[in-house]
């Protein structure tokens, strides 16, 4: 069974870093991409970023220039985050999409505030 593990979510500082991971558990074939989307209070769930197995990296415009996603050859995708604002308060979620249907993590928590 696959299951998403994400973790490295905490309170931090306005103008901080947080370094999220997502490690898949199970064999999951075919990946086409990995992904963090995440979802504020009253809001809709949104993109964040994701990367295909070439290594080529999609962001929001919110978060450029600020927040970086990696891979490994394993089933594992972090997100850097700096320069985090209170607008970056929300609980993040681990995506791994396949041919086949998309796995999600759980979601960990980032508050940012002073």
């Known amino acids: 069974q696959v299951r998403l593990v994400e973790s490295g979510g905490g309170l931090v500082q306005p103008g901080g870093s947080l370094r999220l991971s997502c490690a898949g558990s199970?064999?999951?074939?075919?990946?086409?991409?990995m992904g963090w989307h995440r979802q504020a209070p009253g809001k809709d769930r949104e993109l964040v970023a994701t990367?295909?197995?070439?290594?080529?990296t999609n962001y929001a415009d919110s978060v450029k220039g600020r927040f970086s996603i990696s891979r490994d050859n394993a089933q594992r995708t972090y997100l850097q985050m700096s320069s985090l604002t209170p607008e970056d308060t929300a609980t993040y979620y681990c995506?791994?999409?396949?041919?086949?249907?998309?796995?999600w993590g759980q979601g960990t928590q980032v508050t940012v505030s002073s």
């Open positions: 995506m791994i999409g396949t041919p086949w249907g998309n796995y």
């Open positions: 199970g064999t999951i074939a075919g990946i086409k991409v």
């Open positions: 990367i295909i197995p070439s290594g080529a």
